[in-house]
């Protein structure tokens, strides 16, 4: 999306005030594993806060782009990163010294990126997860996935809510919510983050953060068919109510509260990738219902979309829970079984009527 000159303004204007404010004391050395336009969005706001922050990039050019150029052509095109933040391959580089790291990669992938370096990450003050995703198999969280790696719970954090990352590089005002159970790391976690553009929340409930973040993916998909098959309003209010009645359903039977799921990480989260333009997984939907097949849609994008495989692990979720999950399991099906996208419509519509309560 290309952005009027005076926005782009504005955002440099924003930017060069976060870098003249006071000097705040005792900023933690940040080191950012993964490129793409969200790792290089939060990393950008860092770097331009005054925080020490290196950014890790798999691809070799990214982080040359990075580093040399001052911009992630390839992942988030158009914005002018600080000159001040590093970019390195390497993820041993990235991690050196650092009292905080910053895991922006794709769920799928943190294992292998991060367990080589497992020692440095048990090491550090904290890690603050921001993907969003439920693994394939373990079905375990980006927050799980550390514990795993000898990560001690207090010291891991989730940031999660609506939050584009075209519109956080550009310093569009935005709201968020860092959860953990350990008090002080979510506290250093949202002092970290907070300027005058971007406003974090804190909360205790890391489980609904994590689950509402990565959930909402799945029933974008679901708004993005119903919007690509020619469906109104109608249809996409009723997806998005329903999909937040089936994310607090599977989120109880985890342990999630549900007022923390009708917060910013998630109907916040879940209203933005269901109705944004910049919704990568709205936009498979849309794509899906206009006739499209999804591998066709992936090859055609280096950008990751987590609702494709989170639909998986979200419906195996339900079926661990005995929870009922209609619009998921449709996605599900669609996705992954060629299911006709009108009859899956035509499926959720046709089944037994229940109190809108029934869980």
Not at 71 to 81: I, M, Q, S, V
Not at 117 to 145: F, N, R
Not at 239 to 268: F, H, K, N, P
Request: proline residues 4%; glycine residues 8%; negative net charge.
């Amino acid at each position: 999306m290309t952005r009027p000159v005076a926005t782009i303004a504005v955002a440099r204007t924003i930017r060069s005030d976060l870098a003249n404010m006071s000097v705040v004391t005792n900023l933690p050395v940040t080191a950012v594993l993964g490129a793409g336009a969200w790792g290089t969005a939060l990393a950008s706001l860092l770097a331009a806060k005054g925080v020490s922050t290196r950014i890790w990039a798999r691809e070799p050019e990214v982080a040359a782009d990075i580093g040399i150029r001052h911009e992630n052509r390839r992942f988030l095109a158009g914005f002018d990163l600080p000159a001040e933040l590093e970019a390195t391959n390497d993820t041993e580089l990235a991690l050196r010294d650092a009292d905080v790291v910053v895991n922006a990669v794709p769920t799928q992938h943190i294992r292998s990126v991060l367990e080589p370096v497992a020692p440095v990450l048990v090491a550090a003050d904290s890690s603050i997860s921001v993907s969003k995703g439920i693994e394939m198999g373990t079905l375990a969280t980006p927050h799980q996935i550390l514990g795993e790696m000898v990560v001690v719970a207090d010291k891991v954090v989730a940031l999660s809510g609506p939050s584009f990352a075209d519109e956080v590089a550009a310093c569009e005002p935005t709201a968020v919510t860092v959860a953990g159970v350990g008090a002080a790391c979510v506290r250093q976690a949202r002092d970290l983050f907070s300027t005058t553009s971007f406003r974090v929340y804190s909360s205790p409930d890391i489980i609904s953060v994590e689950l509402g973040g990565a959930l909402k993916n799945v029933m974008a998909i679901a708004v993005g068919i119903s919007d690509g098959i020619g469906f109104g309003r109608n249809t996409r209010a009723a997806l998005i109510a329903r999909g937040l009645a089936e994310i607090t359903r599977l989120g109880e039977a985890r342990g999630s509260d549900a007022l923390t799921l009708g917060g910013l990480s998630g109907v916040g989260d879940l209203v933005l990738t269901c109705t944004g333009d910049l919704s990568r997984n709205r936009n498979i939907g849309i794509a899906i219902g206009r006739g499209d097949r999804l591998p066709d849609i992936l090859a055609s994008t280096d950008k990751v979309a987590e609702g494709v495989q989170t639909s998986i692990a979200a419906r195996e979720m339900g079926l661990e829970a005995g929870i009922e999950l209609p619009i998921t399991n449709e996605v599900c099906a669609v996705l992954h079984e060629n299911k006709d996208r009108r009859q899956a419509v035509l499926d959720l519509m046709s089944r037994v009527q229940r109190d809108e309560r029934w869980k």
